[in-house]
Antibody, heavy 130, light 108 residues
Framework: QLQLQESGPGLVKPSETLSLTCTVS??????????WGWIRQPPGKGLEWIGS???????YYNPSLKSRVTISVDTSKNQFSLKLSSVTAADTAVYYC??????????????????????WGKGTTVTVSS | SYELTQPPSVSVSPGQTARITCSGD??????AYWYQQKPGQAPVLVIY???ERPSGIPERFSGSSSGTTVTLTISGVQAEDEADYYC???????????FGGGTKLTVL
């Protein structure tokens, strides 16, 4: 059974870089066709998709965060990571790692991609404060 | 990108049927997914590809789609169903996710 676990500092100073790691257990991060992603949730607010990475290294980011986000994979450790630079209080949130399922369905001359998160970590709280 | 709009709250009595809607211009072309989130817990997928139910999710959870609106229906609501529910869709290339603002389901 695939499990994800976030880890990293719970407190980050403004203007610094937030760094989190997600450790994958129960499966290989380099299995083909798998994506790995990050989602966050500010206190009392809704979910925000941050970005994802394909096992081969291709990355996809939320346009609103793209200039500050980097997601990477370390296959030797079965981990993937999130870095968010120049943080402010607005980046205070619970950060979740997750496994997106992505693929393409085609039927009756019409097709569409599917993309959803079927496995989630428990989340880790990050506070941005001096 | 586009937006997904959900009502902030829905209330229902135990045993009744709860319907939570999610509207978005791209929904006729993109699948919708639904997550349940209880306080202090990570979201749990309850519906994928508009109407498919993952294993382990009770049959009382169902999904449907009509035009620009998708609906999560919970039949015979139980107290344990009280939670926040989020709809989610994706962009046309299937490489980024978009979440609705969430709906708080209250079981009276």
């Amino acid at each position: 059974q695939l499990q994800l676990q976030e880890s990293g500092p719970g407190l980050v100073k403004p203007s610094e870089t937030l760094s989190l790691t997600c450790t994958v257990s129960g499966g290989s991060i380099s299995s083909s066709s798998y994506y790995w992603g990050w989602i966050r949730q500010p206190p009392g607010k809704g979910l925000e998709w941050i970005g994802s990475i394909y096992y081969s290294g291709s990355t996809y980011y939320n346009p609103s965060l793209k200039s500050r986000v980097t997601i990477s994979v370390d296959t030797s450790k079965n981990q993937f990571s999130l870095k968010l630079s120049s943080v402010t209080a607005a980046d205070t949130a619970v950060y979740y790692c997750a496994r997106p399922q992505r693929g393409y369905d085609f039927w009756s001359g019409y097709g569409t991609y599917y993309y959803y998160m079927d496995v989630w970590g428990k989340g880790t709280t990050v506070t941005v404060s001096s | 990108s586009y937006e997904l709009t959900q009502p902030p709250s829905v209330s229902v009595s135990p045993g009744q049927t709860a319907r939570i809607t999610c509207s978005g211009d791209a929904l006729p072309k993109q699948y919708a997914y639904w997550y349940q989130q209880k306080p202090g817990q990570a979201p749990v997928l309850v519906i994928y590809k508009d109407s498919e139910r993952p294993s382990g999710i009770p049959e009382r959870f169902s999904g449907s789609s009509s035009g620009t609106t998708v609906t999560l229906t919970i039949s015979g609501v139980q107290a344990e169903d009280e939670a926040d529910y989020y709809c989610q869709s994706a962009d046309s290339s299937g490489t980024s996710g978009i979440f609705g603002g969430g709906t708080k389901l209250t079981v009276l």
